[in-house]
């Protein structure tokens, strides 16, 4: 019973480059958000999608940032030339079911970006 | 607009001792989950307990129990007989059927566990 996996774990990238972020949900939940977390602080909603579509952007920067989760294939979270202030765990969580109050969220483990 | 306060940035409990973590919260919305994550330094997030605003009974799970005052608009996450392990980062967080069950987060309490 494989959990959400996340990777790269840890992933440096120089300023400008690209970084890509991949998660796959559990088996069984159709239903992908994106969390970010600075130093010292509690994690921040980014995006929720569902299979094809985004449902709520409303906490992705406006630019360099997307998210997809396509039929095939994990979620991907995009962050296009990077800067230092990019640098910061990205959490991945899965649920069974979305628009409703009462299901837990699993997360994966993380990928912890660096922007040198 | 939903937000998680936990003012406690960090606390310390003797081994096998009892200790609450405290989080209030502000929603205009009657439904309503709240949540409690742990995060340890290796930092993965382990969900611990759920409390949903209907529930009329604490949520207890193992040595976790909520303490959920609806008026008071808080939810302390007490740890019975805390153990070294305990040693972790801990969040609370709320979801709402307005938006979408996207979870919003507190800031934290660091709790650590001494002998």
């Known amino acids: 019973n494989a959990g959400v996996m996340q990777n790269p774990r840890h992933l440096v990238r120089r300023r400008g480059q690209e970084a890509r972020l991949r998660c796959s949900p559990m088996?069984?939940?159709?239903?992908v958000y994106w969390y970010r977390q600075l130093p010292e602080e509690g994690l921040k909603f980014m995006v929720y999608l569902q299979k094809e579509n985004i449902i709520d952007e409303s906490g992705m920067p406006k630019e360099r940032f997307s998210a997809e989760f396509p039929k095939e294939g994990p979620s991907i979270l995009r962050i296009q030339q990077v800067v230092r202030g990019d640098s910061a765990a990205y959490f991945c969580?899965?649920?069974?079911?979305?628009?409703?109050?009462?299901?837990?969220?699993?997360f994966g483990p993380g990928t912890r970006l660096t922007v040198t | 607009a939903q937000k998680i306060t936990q003012t406690q940035p960090g606390m310390f409990v003797q081994e096998k001792e009892a200790v609450t973590l405290d989080c209030t919260y502000d929603t205009s919305d009657p439904s309503y989950g709240l949540f409690w994550y742990k995060q340890p330094s290796s930092g993965e997030m382990i969900f611990l307990i759920y409390?949903?605003?209907?529930?009329?009974q604490n949520a207890t799970e193992g040595r976790y129990s909520l303490n959920f005052q609806k008026a008071r608009k808080s939810a302390n996450l007490v740890i019975s007989a805390s153990q070294l392990g305990d040693s972790a980062m801990y969040f609370c967080a709320m979801s709402n059927t307005g938006t979408a069950s996207k979870l919003t987060f507190g800031t934290g309490t660091r709790l650590q566990v001494t002998l």
């Open positions: 969580a899965s649920s069974p079911r979305g628009v409703s109050f009462n299901y837990e969220q699993y």
């Open positions: 409390q949903g605003s209907y529930d009329q």
């Open positions: 088996k069984g939940h159709s239903h």
